[in-house]
């Protein structure tokens, strides 16, 4: 897995060629525009990394992955087979990031304190799903598959959750985010997508929402938080547990989404919406008591991870990890 310790600070773009980003190769490549494409001449001969003047893709997606024991692999592959979408081998990845921050947490056994330290309640023994996966069940959780049913007008393509996390008194979803933002628009004109979240669970949206479907979904452009909302406060409610909707963001960005969409939710002593950053993931695993070799795999993680190029051909860090 190639770091900023591995990578140029900046990188020569010009109108017909981009160079390769790994310090000292001094290979080029034609240079990508729009749709990033995996193809030979994309290539870096030396190290076999597909190439744009923003990022680059590993030729295989396990390059880019932290843990990787075959017990680690066989989970990732089933994960994977319910996945719709996948650019993990893609530098920039937030899937991979994903996986690999929340992979570290569950293996080292930090994610109940985790979860316990962000939400102030108590989180033991817990179930992990990564993007709607249950080990439990082998295949899409049914509560989630369920919810789908009941919300979304083609289920099979419904909301997929980043993280879900039951706990024996908690649901927690956790929708990541790493160089996107939460700004996301409804796009079918199909109406009955909007009636079905309206009208689903015997009109559950007007339990947990002080706004409507349009203002919410529309007009400020969370359709995305909208749904998780919907769904998860649904499931949990139905399971008796307590539910809490979890923002996972760069420390930089969206700094003011509490005060943007609490406005339009009904949250109480059992469900509730925040914000947490990446950065506070890393700070909480420096307070931990990890074995050596643990801590320092994550947290070179963390301090290594990049963000591809800006437009000025300048590399960026993921994390902003001053304390």
């Known amino acids: 897995m190639l770091g900023s310790r591995d990578l140029k600070d900046t990188i020569e773009i010009t109108e017909a060629t981009v160079e390769c980003p790994v310090r000292g190769c ?110 439990l069940e082998d295949g899409v959780w049914s509560s989630l598959q369920q919810a789908r049913s009941e919300y979304e007008v083609r289920p099979r393509g419904g909301s997929e959750p980043d993280v879900i996390v039951r706990c024996d ?49 529309i007009a400020e452009k969370k359709y995305e938080l909208l749904r998780f909302w919907l769904l998860g406060s649904w499931i949990a409610a139905s399971l008796g547990l307590e539910f809490y909707l979890v923002n996972l963001v760069l420390s930089e960005r969206e700094k003011g989404i509490e005060q943007v969409f609490r406005p339009h939710i009904r949250e109480n002593e059992h469900r509730r919406f925040l914000r947490a950053t990446w950065e506070d993931i890393y700070h909480f695993i420096q307070d931990r008591q990890l074995s050596p070799d643990d801590r320092d795999r994550i947290t070179t993680y963390f301090e290594e991870k990049t963000l591809g190029y800006d437009s000025q051909g300048r590399l960026q860090k993921a994390f902003s990890l001053q304390r």
């Open 169 to 217: 008194s908690a649901l927690f979803f956790i929708e990541a985010k790493l160089a996107s933002g939460n700004d996301t628009l409804l796009r079918s004109k199909d109406s009955a997508v909007r009636e079905t979240y309206v009208t689903g669970g015997k009109g559950w949206y007007a339990q947990v929402f002080r706004s409507d479907f349009e203002t919410v979904a």
């Open 26 to 135: 001094p290979e080029r490549v034609p240079r990508q525009r729009k749709v990033f494409r995996r193809l030979e001449r994309f290539k870096c001969p030396r190290h076999h990394i597909y190439i744009s003047p923003s990022t680059f893709e590993y030729k295989d997606e396990l390059d880019n992955i932290l843990w990787r024991e075959p017990r680690d692999l066989e989970l990732f592959m089933k994960v994977k087979s319910v996945k719709r979408e996948s650019r993990i081998a893609r530098d920039n990845s937030e899937d991979a990031v994903t996986w690999n921050v929340f992979m570290s947490l569950q293996k080292t056994k930090q994610l109940p304190r985790l979860l316990t330290v962000l939400t102030g309640s108590p989180c033991h023994e817990c179930e992990v799903m990564y993007w709607g996966y249950s080990e």
